[in-house]
T-cell receptor, first 114, second 112 residues
Framework: EAGVAQSPRYKIIEKRQSVAFWCNPI?????LYWYQQILGQGPKLLIQ????????DSQLPKDRFSAERLKGVDSTLKIQPAKLEDSAVYLC????????????FGQGTRLTVV | GEDVEQSLFLSVREGDSSVINCTYT??????LYWYKQEPGAGLQLLTY?????DMKQDQRLTVLLNKKDKHLSLRIADTQTGDSAIYFC????????????FGKGTTLSVSS
């Protein structure tokens, strides 16, 4: 079974530029999560989708971050404009359904804002 | 609000046992988890325990749960150099949907 795919693996941008990350979850997984992991910290939830609907985006900085999950499969996370403090690893995870206990994580996209 | 707390570093010698401790926030969390993260890699689920259990054993891993103190521990027997990684404790608080809340991680260093 293929895992959660993310691209790109690495991205370096200047502050005030925009950037987009892509995630392809495990086939059949209804729930998709985006997490932000700042160096030295644990992952923090940004947004959770159930199929193509948003379940929780309470910690998403909506003035600069946006995410969508068209057709309930792939998802993109965008930052516009980026700030220095957005430098982090962005992790995508998926699980079968909302009550499922195991979330599978992708390798992440490491973003550096200079 | 409260955070999931973990000690930041642990150093052991190969063959010894490692014990990583965690204090979580919500006494009604149904599941508690241990994830492993190797350099440059995503998070890998190691094991989880249901809240009505006190202990769970899986090969070299033993998880102990003390609900009264909201304390979770992970014991790795016969620690190997390949166990060197960051270990994250995580919970799903009952009132907060289904997303994982992670601690800051414990870096385990195993020397030969």
């Amino acid at each position: 079974e293929a895992g959660v795919a993310q691209s790109p693996r690495y991205k370096i941008i200047e502050k005030r530029q925009s950037v987009a990350f892509w995630c392809n979850p495990i086939s059949g997984h209804a729930t998709l999560y985006w997490y932000q992991q700042i160096l030295g910290q644990g992952p923090k939830l940004l947004i959770q989708f159930q199929n193509n609907g948003v379940v929780d985006d309470s910690q998403l900085p909506k003035d600069r971050f946006s995410a969508e999950r068209l057709k309930g499969v792939d998802s993109t996370l965008k930052i516009q404009p980026a700030k220095l403090e957005d430098s982090a690893v962005y992790l995508c995870a998926s699980s079968l359904w909302e009550a499922n206990t195991e979330a599978f994580f992708g390798q992440g996209t490491r973003l550096t804002v200079v | 609000g409260e955070d999931v707390e973990q000690s930041l570093f642990l150093s052991v010698r190969e063959g010894d046992s490692s014990v990583i401790n965690c204090t979580y926030t919500d006494s009604s969390s149904t599941y508690l988890y241990w994830y492993k993260q190797e350099p440059g890699a995503g998070l890998q689920l190691l094991t989880y325990i249901f809240s009505n259990m006190d202990m769970k054993q899986d090969q070299r891993l033993t998880v102990l749960l003390n609900k009264k103190d909201k304390h979770l521990s992970l014991r790795i027997a016969d620690t190997q150099t390949g166990d060197s990684a960051i270990y994250f404790c995580a919970e799903i608080p009952n009132q907060a949907g289904t997303a994982l809340i992670f601690g800051k991680g414990t870096t385990l260093s195993v020397s030969s």
